[in-house]
Each structure stands twice: as structure tokens, then as C-alpha cells.
């Protein structure tokens, strides 16, 4: 089977390129994302000065990106997460500089008050549908993984 070949993507000036698992990184993830879905619906958090993401930040010093995945969906959407998978990863590249960061896909489980109210401005379940009109920064990179994101969480439900 051949491996996918997605699109690259912007950030700011940042140039951002995803590779699929089993891809992974070369060096440690700065940063972790997680698509968090319950049934069709992807859980999103309202971020101060970015807008409608999926849960994302550093990874710290003393975690594992897996350990930073399950700290950011509690603190921005306050969910609890089952069946995280890993999915790729984002080679981040500006002038000089390059970082990766880890993507996984998961159940939502539960959810919570959301604890980082500082950061996030609250949460929503949207549809494939409905995300172009309300993620922060559409493009078909965004798309794309989004799309694979589902799928996979859809395959480990079929089994």
C-alpha cells in the first residue's frame, strides 16, 4: 500500500508538512495535537487569539507527546480521552528553524469543566461538514488530515 502524500500547509510564516504514521519524527516533538472525536464529531476548543483548533501544545520536559495529548484536551476542552492512536507528525520549518510535532486521534470518553479557562473560551462538537466554516485556519493540509484523522478512528471502531 502506498503511503499517502498530503499537501503542505502554512502557519504564520511557518511551513508546515504532514507525514503519516508509522512515520516518526527524527527528534523529539516539541509540540502535540489530538483530533479528539465522539461518533462523526471532532471536539474543538475555543483558543484566545487563534480561534476554533483541536487541543494542541509543548510537549514538556518532564512528558512523553502522548502524556502532552491527554494534558491539552483536559485543559482546553476538558475531555477525558480512550483509544488514542498516533497518526503522523508535522515537520514545522521557519527560516533556519526546524520542530515536529506528534499528531494523534482519540475517543472522547468524557468531559469535564474546562480546567485552563485562561486559555480556552470553551468548546463545541462540529461536523466534517461544518469544520471549513469554523476552524481557524482551513486549507486542504488541514483537510486532509482532518479526513485521516476520522478514518482511522473509524477503522478502529469497525473492529
Given at each position: 500500500?502506498?503511503?499517502?502524500?498530503?499537501?503542505?500547509?502554512?502557519?504564520?510564516?511557518?511551513?508546515?508538512?504532514f507525514?503519516?504514521?508509522?512515520?516518526?519524527?527524527?527528534?523529539?516533538a516539541?509540540?502535540?495535537?489530538?483530533?479528539?472525536?465522539?461518533?462523526?464529531?471532532?471536539?474543538?476548543?475555543?483558543?484566545?487569539?487563534?480561534?476554533?483548533?483541536?487541543?494542541?501544545?509543548?510537549v514538556?520536559?518532564?512528558?512523553?507527546?502522548?502524556?502532552?495529548?491527554?494534558?491539552?484536551?483536559?485543559?482546553?476542552?476538558?475531555?477525558?480521552?480512550?483509544?488514542?492512536?498516533?497518526?503522523?507528525?508535522?515537520?514545522i520549518?521557519e527560516?533556519?528553524?526546524v520542530?515536529?510535532?506528534?499528531?494523534?486521534?482519540?475517543?472522547?470518553?468524557?468531559?469535564?469543566?474546562?480546567?485552563?479557562?485562561?486559555?480556552?473560551?470553551?468548546?463545541?462538537?462540529?461536523?466534517?461538514?461544518?469544520?471549513?466554516?469554523?476552524?481557524?485556519?482551513?486549507?486542504?493540509?488541514?483537510?486532509?488530515?482532518?479526513?485521516?484523522?476520522?478514518?482511522?478512528?473509524?477503522?478502529?471502531?469497525?473492529?
Amino acid at each position: 500500500m502506498a503511503v499517502k502524500k498530503f499537501p503542505s500547509g502554512t502557519y504564520g510564516r511557518q511551513t508546515l508538512q504532514f507525514y503519516p504514521a508509522p512515520y516518526k519524527a527524527p527528534i523529539r516533538a516539541f509540540a502535540a495535537l489530538v483530533f479528539p472525536w465522539s461518533n462523526e464529531e471532532v471536539l474543538l476548543c475555543n483558543i484566545e487569539d487563534r480561534g476554533w483548533c483541536i487541543p494542541s501544545g509543548r510537549v514538556e520536559a518532564y512528558e512523553t507527546s502522548l502524556d502532552a495529548v491527554k494534558r491539552e484536551a483536559l485543559e482546553e476542552a476538558g475531555a477525558q480521552l480512550d483509544s488514542i492512536q498516533y497518526i503522523g507528525c508535522y515537520h514545522i520549518r521557519e527560516k533556519t528553524e526546524v520542530r515536529w510535532a506528534d499528531v494523534y486521534t482519540a475517543k472522547v470518553t468524557g468531559l469535564q469543566p474546562i480546567s485552563a479557562t485562561e486559555e480556552s473560551l470553551g468548546r463545541q462538537y462540529v461536523t466534517m461538514e461544518t469544520l471549513p466554516s469554523v476552524y481557524y485556519q482551513w486549507d486542504p493540509q488541514t483537510e486532509m488530515v482532518f479526513q485521516h484523522a476520522l478514518d482511522i478512528m473509524r477503522r478502529a471502531a469497525s473492529l
